[in-house]
């Protein structure tokens, strides 16, 4: 599957944004295209506060060069947080629950808790695809098809 070729409801994953907020990143201007989607009539695009929340260390830190300053990835994470056309998700205990029993489902341990909380998500708001660069974490993921936007 191909971006200009998707419709429904589709989750952007963090990486995604961040490459949106990244002018000098080679991704920049795919991730901006992706976030464009909001305008395509039946396409919806979701983000959740996990994705907000992964953002900041990400953007502060040393694979970022060079790093934002906290002030500069506040902004950047709210702007994000406000654009038209993008629902931002809850994260709930339900949710919590949800992911927990799928990393059981799927013997996922350590950091891939995350990427069973975001399919949780998913799974509970009937969003069948996420666009993410890391296709490899939500593969296996029943209900769940990763497309990566930069290939």
Do not use: W
């Not at 900041?56 to 906290?70: A, R, V």
Request: contains cysteine; aromatic residues 4%; negative net charge.
């Amino acid at each position: 599957m191909h971006v200009s070729d998707l419709t429904g409801r589709v989750l952007v994953d963090t990486n995604v944004l961040i490459y949106a907020t990244l002018s000098a990143d080679p991704r920049h201007e795919r991730a901006t295209e992706v976030l464009a989607l909001r305008h395509r009539t039946g396409v919806e695009l979701f983000i959740s506060v996990q994705n907000l929340a992964e953002m900041y260390p990400k953007l502060t830190g040393p694979k970022n060069q060079p790093p934002d300053s906290p002030a500069l990835a506040r902004e950047k994470i709210r702007a994000l947080s406000g654009l038209r056309g993008i629902t931002v998700l809850p994260l709930t205990v339900e949710t919590v629950q949800s992911a927990l029993e799928l990393c059981v489902e799927c013997a996922a341990t350590r950091q891939s808790y995350f990427d069973c909380q975001l399919a949780a998500i998913m799974r509970g708001e009937n969003i069948p695809v996420i666009l993410t660069e890391n296709t490899k974490d939500f593969m296996g993921i029943a209900g769940i098809t990763p497309v990566n936007p930069f290939t």
